[in-house]
């Protein structure tokens, strides 16, 4: 009596889009800057398809953690001392980007996800795809024509 197989199947993953596809927010002149502005970096990071390694999602992680972290102990320690809640530190480094944060999640979520998916849909992204170079086979030196081994001097004398 046989077994039942069971096959596993990977979840397949939809294709990267091109970069013609990228939004302003997930250009590298924009990515640059928020990195001083968090967490909109790691959160731009951790729902792109463009940058969807494990390395840069580990280092999204890692940098909303310690970012809340650090504004978790910041906030305990100014109520420890008395001293106001409102940090101006904190609104300079935290307000820009989570305002930025809230800009790009809104246009992603609402215009360009939706807009990537319907191209995906309809039959990808061959329109967009970067133009190829033209192959052009390798041309043939005009060389000398090699004979075909026949085997060493040596050789030929032991078959005779």
């Not at 046989?2 to 091109?18: F, I, K, L, N």
């Not at 463009?50 to 972290?69: E, K, M, R």
């Not at 305990?76 to 999640?105: C, H, K, S, W, Y």
């Not at 061959?126 to 390798?138: V, W």
Request: include cysteine; charge should be positive; glycine fraction near 6%.
């Amino acid at each position: 009596m046989q077994q039942p197989t069971q096959e596993t199947q990977q979840p397949t993953r939809p294709p990267v889009p091109p970069e013609a596809l990228k939004p302003w927010y997930y250009q590298g002149w924009f990515l640059v800057p928020t990195f001083v502005w968090w967490p909109c970096s790691a959160i731009l990071f951790i729902r792109s398809p463009w940058h969807d390694g494990v390395v840069s999602g580990a280092l999204s992680w890692a940098w909303i953690i310690v970012g809340g972290g650090w504004i978790f102990l910041r906030t305990q320690f100014r109520m420890q001392n008395g001293e106001p809640l409102l940090d101006p530190t904190l609104l300079a480094l935290a307000a820009p980007g989570v305002f930025l944060t809230i800009l790009t999640q809104s246009l992603w979520l609402l215009r360009d996800r939706p807009r990537i998916r319907r191209i995906r849909d309809a039959g990808g992204f061959a329109d967009y795809a970067e133009p190829e170079r033209d192959h052009i086979e390798p041309v043939e030196s005009p060389t000398r024509r090699r004979r075909p081994n026949r085997g060493s001097a040596r050789s030929r004398r032991r078959r005779r």
